[in-house]
C-alpha cells in the first residue's frame, strides 16, 4: 500500500503555474516538503546544473477573493475581484513569497465548479515581502492587520488595503508572468 499525501490547493496551484515556465528538460524540479511544520517553506523549487542542484525556498501564502456589490454611485470605481490576506511575520526560511488568489475567470456562471478558478500569484522576494509588510498600514499610519489587491483581469493588480494613502499601488511587475527572468536569474 502506497503512503497518501495531501497537499493544500493553493500550494498545488503555485506549483502548477511555476511548472508551466520551470520545465523538466530545463533541468528544473519543484518539489513539496513531506512535513507541513516545515517553517517558511512549502514548495521547493530548484535547478541542476552539472555537480550542483540550486534550490530556492517559496512560502505560499493565500486569500479567496471577493467580488463586491456594484456601488451606488456611478463615478466609483470597484474592481471586479479584491483578495484579503492576514499580515504575517516573514520567515527568513522563505527565499520566496508566493501570494495566491483564487477566482472565477467568468463570473456570470450560476455554480463554480472546480475547473473554472484560477489564481491570480504575486512573487516577492524576502526583502521585498518585509519591505512591504513592515509598511502595511491603516489611513491613520498605524500597522494594518491586512493587506488587500484588487484586479479586473489576471495581468493588472492595485494595493487596495494596507497602503496608508489608498494610492491603488500597481503591483503588476510582481505577477507570476512578469517575475520569470528575477526567479531564473535568483540561480
Known amino acids: 500500500m502506497d503512503p497518501i499525501i495531501s497537499l493544500p490547493y493553493t500550494e498545488y496551484a503555485v506549483a502548477s503555474h511555476l511548472s ?5 528538460n530545463e533541468n528544473y524540479s519543484l518539489f513539496a516538503p513531506l512535513s ?6 512549502d514548495l521547493l523549487l530548484s535547478k541542476r546544473e ?3 542542484t540550486k534550490t530556492i525556498s517559496i512560502q505560499v501564502k493565500a486569500s479567496r477573493t471577493y467580488s463586491p456589490e456594484p456601488p451606488k454611485r456611478e463615478n466609483t470605481k470597484r474592481f471586479s475581484f479584491y483578495t484579503w490576506f492576514n499580515r504575517f511575520e516573514v520567515p527568513k526560511e522563505a527565499d520566496l513569497f508566493a501570494l495566491i488568489g483564487i477566482y472565477p475567470p467568468i463570473d456570470n456562471r450560476t455554480q463554480k465548479m472546480k475547473t ?3 489564481a491570480v500569484i504575486l ?13 502595511v498600514k491603516t489611513i491613520q499610519g498605524k500597522p494594518d492587520k ?3 489587491f484588487g484586479f479586473d483581469k489576471p495581468n493588472q493588480i492595485f494595493q487596495t ?3 496608508s494613502v489608498r494610492m491603488n499601488t500597481d ?3 510582481y505577477l507570476l508572468p512578469n517575475r520569470i527572468d528575477f526567479i531564473k536569474n535568483m540561480f
Open 171 to 173: 503591483f503588476s511587475k
Open 36 to 41: 507541513r511544520q516545515e517553517k517558511g517553506v
Open 20 to 24: 508551466k515556465y520551470f520545465k523538466t
Open 50 to 52: 552539472e555537480f550542483k
Open 116 to 118: 473554472w478558478w484560477d
Open 161 to 163: 488595503r494596507g497602503d
Open 146 to 148: 491586512m493587506f488587500g
Open 123 to 135: 512573487i516577492l522576494n524576502y526583502n521585498e515581502m518585509s519591505d512591504f509588510v513592515n509598511n
